[in-house]
């Protein structure tokens, strides 16, 4: 072709010639003949190419993941121990019974019109007194008062609770001693039932405690009396009172053979449990986007280092709580958060000689991905929760435990880093799922027995505490025994979609192949 100083050499019209050429050379490599053409000729061996491929990928999925240990429970209808009651059935009579707390009522003495014995009714965890009405119930000035309780129905109960009063910022007066009396009607006759004191509450601070008193024996009324016999300060009161329900959380209990399904001798460690939840739509946009990643950090904070107001991505009503005259933020925030599934889960095993069940050490800890703790930190100390933030925060509605209430045995596991919390901030993509639970401690130096891994001669049995309620959404919820491998838990998802996508580079290469040779 030559180069520059033999072009400069050349008579006019050969340099014309040279630079014709020269750009032809590179016009060539544009033209059509050094492109690929994507068509139906020759596409379809790459198509079923890929196709051979998915499909050997699928099967080897479905063969490996197939294979694994794995036992299922679906718990959602499950029979309560000592009710005989469908779960769900159970749960829902727990919130609205036939004679339930919506159905009282009282009436009494009181100090006056500001301190109303109807307060009595709700538990808050701060009094509060506006100028015009306070949120518990202050009783006579410096004499005796009652107040009568109509339950709705004659209810069994065998105790009370209730929450003492310090009288908001005056701290005047609070109960001192009482009497409790019942009855099957408004005017008596009345039966004591039972005569006790309380302490002095009017120095402690809230939320004051709340306080269980056992009966001697079971009772049976509809009416109850309370008799205020004496008091601290100038006057007696309470915050709260109500009977102690006999509906409490409802336990289901299945005992498991490990060997029904698996032939295996021995379900090798480590062995994992899992909660499953079926047509629970965490992917749905607003709900994903529920929550505020600087305040999980521990990042949110005021000037003075306490958590501040979240994000406006956390809605309304899970931003904030002014229940106790102060605005104060929910910690976490948002509906994921609020979502949080409780139930709780036991593991036990008994050998084939013994009648005694063992307790299966299960971890609460290593079941969060590593990077996601990191995204996950106390605004104070593991070890100040309680007493840098109570007052300070507020607990999300549906949460039946404060904040650092989640892991208080292992304050490395409390509070925003609490790996439970942790897993269920993490939303699934799909309505079906499951997440990691818990793990069975294979090293516990009591029960050497598991040290290897779950013994297939042995029974075991699953205990949960059912509180998580699914019938809102018509779902489903199961606990899964599964063994760990190198490609996680049991899931023959990814194999399926593999032959799903085989089929359908198979079905568009046989039609490609079937084009090309009616073209031909």
């Not at 039946?400 to 490395?412: A, M, V």
Request: include cysteine.
């Amino acid at each position: 072709m030559g180069d520059k100083n033999d072009m400069e050499d050349m008579p006019g019209e050969e340099r014309k010639t040279w630079v014709v050429r020269v750009k032809e050379s590179y016009q060539q490599q544009t033209s059509s003949v050094w492109r690929p053409e994507y068509t139906v000729h020759t596409m379809w061996g790459p198509f079923l190419v890929m196709g051979c491929v998915m499909l050997v990928l699928g099967g080897g999925l479905l063969y490996v993941q197939g294979g694994y240990n794995e036992v299922e429970w679906d718990y959602t209808d499950c029979i309560c121990q000592g009710s005989g009651m469908n779960a769900t059935d159970y749960l829902q009579t727990s919130k609205a019974s036939v004679c339930g707390p919506e159905d009282v009522t009282v009436s009494g003495d009181k100090y006056g019109t500001d301190f109303p014995v109807e307060s009595l009714l709700t538990h808050q965890d701060f009094e509060v007194w506006n100028g015009s009405h306070a949120n518990y119930w202050a009783g006579p000035n410096k004499r005796a008062g009652t107040f009568i309780l109509n339950l709705g129905c004659r209810q069994t109960f065998r105790g009370i609770r209730l929450v003492n009063t310090h009288d908001f910022t005056w701290k005047a007066g609070a109960t001192r001693q009482f009497k409790l009396h019942v009855s099957d009607t408004k005017s008596g006759p009345w039966a004591q039932v039972l005569d006790t004191q309380l302490e002095d509450s009017r120095q402690q601070k809230d939320p004051l405690p709340l306080q269980n008193f056992a009966l001697d024996t079971e009772t049976t009324a509809q009416f109850l009396k309370f008799e205020l016999v004496s008091w601290w300060g100038d006057y007696g009161g309470l915050q709260y009172f109500d009977i102690e329900r006999q509906i409490g959380p409802c336990r289901c209990i299945k005992v498991v053979n490990i060997t029904e399904e698996n032939n295996q001798a021995k379900w090798d460690r480590d062995i994992l449990l899992y909660y499953g939840l079926d047509n629970f739509h965490q992917n749905h946009r607003q709900y994903a986007d529920s929550r505020d990643d600087k305040q999980l950090n521990g990042d949110r904070l005021k000037s003075d280092g306490f958590p501040d107001l979240p994000f406006s991505d956390c809605e309304d009503p899970h931003n904030n709580d002014n229940s106790s005259g102060e605005t104060l933020p929910i910690v976490p925030c948002g509906s994921i958060a609020n979502s949080l599934f409780n139930d709780t889960v036991k593991l036990f095993f008994k050998k084939d000689n013994s009648n005694q069940w063992n307790p299966v050490s299960l971890l609460r800890t290593g079941i969060a991905m590593p990077f996601d703790k990191k995204r996950f930190n106390n605004p104070v100390e593991d070890s100040q929760l309680s007493t840098e933030l109570e007052g300070k925060i507020a607990k999300p509605r549906d949460w039946t435990k404060q904040l650092w209430e989640l892991d208080p045995d292992n304050p490395s596991n409390n509070g925003l880093e609490n790996e439970d919390l942790i897993v269920w901030m993490r939303v699934s993509a799909l309505a079906n799922f499951r997440k990691l639970w818990r793990r069975v401690d294979h090293d516990d130096k009591k029960h050497t027995e598991l040290k290897d891994g779950l013994n297939t001669a042995y029974l075991y049995k699953l205990e949960i505490e059912y509180n998580y309620d699914v019938s809102s959404f018509n779902g489903r919820k199961k606990v899964i025994i599964a063994r760990d491998n190198e490609f996680g838990a049991k899931n023959t998802a990814m194999g399926w979609i593999a032959i799903s996508a085989a089929i359908f580079f198979f079905s568009f290469g046989f039609l490609f192949s079937a084009l090309t040779r009616l073209d031909q």
